[in-house]
């Protein structure tokens, strides 16, 4: 029997330790917080500083470029540049099928830019723009080939585009007689 009452008697817990322990624990705990709280603020009121002082000719341009964009639209001044018309199969959008993919594709640069734009995508760089367009186009999800404005398809075109071309040419790409066919 008494290897019973062994068994049923349980150790009083004593509440004043573990009570001590949870103030301790909230008391850091309002500690961390509380430098979280200072960081924050003096990271958020710190005044922005330029990296690099801007040139007299780049502040006239930086001036320029946002005269000419109105919300991140391209403005009235910009020059639209044809580009071409792809015809492209995406094997990668849907499973088990293929998706055919069509599009005219031109795009708006600055005026000083129109010449040297224009040149680059219908003489120097050509082949290259144009495989950059149809890597995008192949390469798209589904989602986003269904996007009724394709944003996340122009933004990846601006992209690459002036990644080919080695100069921000590209202000905004338009999209035209988009056509995706599912097989």
């Not at 849907?94 to 795009?107: C, T």
């Not at 080919?164 to 599912?182: A, D, G, P």
Request: hydrophobic share 35%; charged share 25%.
């Amino acid at each position: 029997m008494s290897t019973n009452e062994a068994t049923t008697e349980q150790p009083v817990v004593e509440s004043s330790g573990s009570t001590g322990k949870l103030i301790k624990i909230g008391g850091l705990l309002a500690v961390v917080l509380g430098l979280q709280v200072i960081v924050v603020w003096w990271l958020l009121s710190r005044p922005t500083v330029p990296a690099t002082e801007l040139t007299p000719g780049e502040e006239i341009e930086n001036a320029i470029s946002t005269e000419d964009t109105v919300g991140g639209v391209s403005s009235v001044t910009d020059k639209e540049v044809e580009i071409d018309t792809f015809n492209c199969t995406n094997t990668s959008a849907i499973d088990e099928g293929v998706v055919h993919v069509s599009f005219h594709l031109s795009a708006t640069t600055n005026p000083s830019n129109e010449v040297d734009f224009q040149l680059a995508v219908t003489n120097t760089a050509e082949r290259r723009v144009k495989e950059a367009v149809e890597r995008v186009a192949r390469n798209a999800p589904y989602e986003d080939l269904k996007d009724p404005n394709l944003n996340s398809i122009r933004r990846q075109l601006k992209d690459e585009i002036n990644k080919v071309l080695r100069k921000s040419y590209v202000n905004e790409v338009q999209i035209t007689e988009f056509k995706i066919i599912e097989q």
